[in-house]
């Protein structure tokens, strides 16, 4: 089964900081998924990656998928406590519909 | 944009009771929904793929008696939790794909909070 790796499974930035996370298959990805969460509440679509190479920006959130589509990462410019939340990858792997998700990384801002 | 609609949000039953949880895509047809479950400080685990017309696809450990599936058109899919325990107590969460072309966005509920007293 699809192996996502998401780390770190914890973060706890200053405000205005910037900040990495992380996200490793085992296997070569169709597609890759950034969502946000609050526990209990639903997901928030951030981006989606599917070419090797590919960068996509929003506002101060920046995720990239590396050449051989099997690593992203999530990059946050200058932090607000508005970013605080969980955050998820998923994956769809090649020949598959199903989407599995990393453990998630809690992010804390503090002001 | 698509949207796919979960009700209900909280539900408390009895334990030994049955829950129905809904999951309909608004404005495209889904020929396949999956459903998730969240443990408290736990990332999303799918449970089983739900194919319109067809038997769900359950993962390794889901007891396919316990959570039962039926996606009897391509706008909903149900998931019911019988003879429910405390320890079935989670949060659960459908998702659906616009078919479309190629690879595109996975829409989902706004999830179900489960206790089981």
């Known amino acids: 089964s699809q192996e996502l790796e998401q780390s770190p499974q914890s973060l706890i930035v200053q405000e205005g900081k910037n900040l990495t996370i992380n996200c490793t298959s085992s296997?070569?990805?169709?597609?890759l998924y950034w969502y946000k969460q609050k526990y209990g509440e639903g997901l928030i679509f951030l981006m989606m990656?599917?070419?090797?190479?590919e960068e996509k920006s929003h506002e101060k959130i920046t995720a990239k998928l590396d050449e051989k589509k099997q690593q992203s990462s999530l990059h946050i410019t200058a932090s607000q406590p508005s970013h605080a939340g969980i955050y998820l990858c998923g994956a769809v792997p090649l020949n598959n519909n199903d989407m599995r998700f990393g453990a998630g990384t809690r992010l804390t801002v503090k002001p | 944009g698509a949207v796919v609609s979960q009700h209900p949000s909280r539900v408390i039953c009895k334990s030994g009771t049955s829950v129905k949880i809904e999951c309909r895509s608004l404005d495209f047809q889904a020929t396949t929904m999956f459903w998730y479950r969240q443990f408290p400080k736990q990332s999303l685990m799918l449970m089983a793929t739900?194919?319109?017309?067809?038997?769900?696809?359950?993962e390794q450990g889901v007891e396919k008696d316990k959570f039962l599936i039926n996606h009897a058109s391509l706008t909903l899919s149900t998931l019911t939790v019988t003879s429910a325990h405390p320890e079935d107590s989670s949060f659960y969460i459908c998702?659906?794909?616009?078919?479309?072309?190629?690879?595109?966005?996975?829409?989902f509920g706004q999830g179900t909070r489960l206790t089981v007293v």
């Open positions: 990656l599917q070419k090797g190479g």
């Open positions: 739900s194919n319109e017309g067809s038997k769900a696809t359950y």
């Open positions: 296997k070569t990805l169709y597609g």
């Open positions: 998702s659906a794909r616009d078919p479309g072309t190629g690879l595109t966005e996975a829409f």
